[in-house]
């Protein structure tokens, strides 16, 4: 089936060892037709966008949303996606294909919570085991968040581990890495740490799952973060992550945002860019050289009010912008929560706009 035949929706795409590239995301049938929306994955050849293949995966009585592709090392590839059911039940649900697309295993996680997995949230740990995260609900009846990273074997799907980490409010995953040391690392948002109204958070766990440490980004009023993906540097000095931010000064209301931080957590910089009206920055990567990469889409580089690709590159060792004392460095000291209402709504709005 050809995905053209519905309204698609991309999110995500990744490199494979072989020439191709993949994409993942949801497409959405036609009004006259009965059917629910159902994620689907395309292979592309990397030289010339030719596409290779295509597949429709789940839908029919249930609804999925295809979040994330993770290219494996034998040329085959996983796909992860939301799914729903007619109670209104989800789950996270995983697709294990070969090399030529044929289906190997897929498999069903559901916590006993609403289970969910927002953005990519995948990585291949070096052993070959699969990382996945998500979120959960705290409760059946509960309105808040919790975050989850499942180790799951690549053979069959089993969850090898899993860990559950938060605080009193929402805990949103976004994205995960694998480290050097065999663990993983979660980047995300989350508002359970006050004075901060919408921090971001990353998290670092050792191989078997436990929790190294967790570290906070926020700035009290007005001053709202989220995190949304992470890279590390290849001389193991430390990750950089990114997403939308409020300034630190004056401003509009959010500014592409870069932070720079040690192998254990530490702020190192924060440098920001645009902010004059809304910018989100959603993907880094870092070269072998140490050249940052940072993506996302904006407002604040163009007059006529609509949605630009955003690109920027950082040279190797690169720190103007940092934040010096006094100088815009997230504050812990400033007051609680003015715009934690308005800045989690407008992150909601986005996830119903994409899902609905």
């Known amino acids: 089936m050809h995905v053209a035949d519905a309204a698609t929706y991309p999110m995500h795409a990744a490199n494979g060892p072989d020439g191709k590239v993949y994409v993942v995301g949801h ?5 006259d037709k009965d059917e629910n929306p159902f994620a689907w994955v395309l292979a592309l050849r990397a030289e010339d966008g030719a596409i290779l293949g295509e597949r429709r995966l789940g839908g029919g009585d249930v609804t999925d949303y295809g979040r994330g592709v993770l290219p494996l090392p034998d040329g085959g590839f996983v796909v992860a996606s939301s799914r729903y059911t007619d109670a209104a039940e989800s789950s996270v649900h995983l697709w294990r294909f070969d090399a030529l697309g044929n289906v190997l295993w897929e498999k069903d996680y559901r916590g006993e919570t609403c289970t969910l997995i927002d953005r990519r949230g995948l990585a291949l740990a070096e052993n070959g085991d699969i990382f996945v995260a998500g979120k959960a609900l705290k409760e059946p009846e509960s309105t808040f968040w919790d975050g989850f990273l499942l180790r799951v074997d690549p053979e069959d799907g089993t969850v090898l581990w899993k860990a559950t980490f938060g605080g009193e409010k929402n805990d949103f995953p976004y994205n995960v890495m694998a480290t050097g040391d065999g663990g993983a690392l979660v980047v995300g948002t989350t508002t359970s740490y006050p004075p901060h109204p919408t921090a971001a958070f990353l998290c670092k766990f050792d191989p078997e799952g436990n929790e190294e440490w967790a570290r906070v980004f926020g700035g009290g009023v007005r001053h709202a973060v989220w995190g949304f993906d992470v890279a590390a540097f290849p001389d193991g000095s430390g990750y950089v992550f990114v997403g939308p931010a409020k300034p630190w000064g004056e401003g ?7 932070v720079r931080v040690d192998d254990a957590g530490n702020l190192q910089w924060l440098a920001q860019l645009g902010g004059v009206r809304v910018d989100h920055t959603y993907g880094v990567a870092i070269n072998d050289a140490g050249a940052i990469a940072v993506a996302g ?3 604040s580089f163009h007059d006529d009010n ?3 690709a955003f690109l920027a590159l950082f040279a190797p060792d690169e720190d103007e912008g940092a934040p010096t004392e006094g100088e815009g460095a997230p504050s812990e000291e400033e007051g609680a ?4 209402e308005g800045a989690h709504a407008e992150e909601e709005g986005a996830h119903a706009e994409e899902e609905g």
């Open 252 to 258: 509009g209301p959010f500014a592409h945002t870069i």
């Open 27 to 31: 497409a959405n049938p036609p009004r």
């Open 337 to 340: 929560r003015a715009e934690e």
């Open 306 to 308: 609509m949605h630009h």
């Open 297 to 299: 889409r904006g407002h």
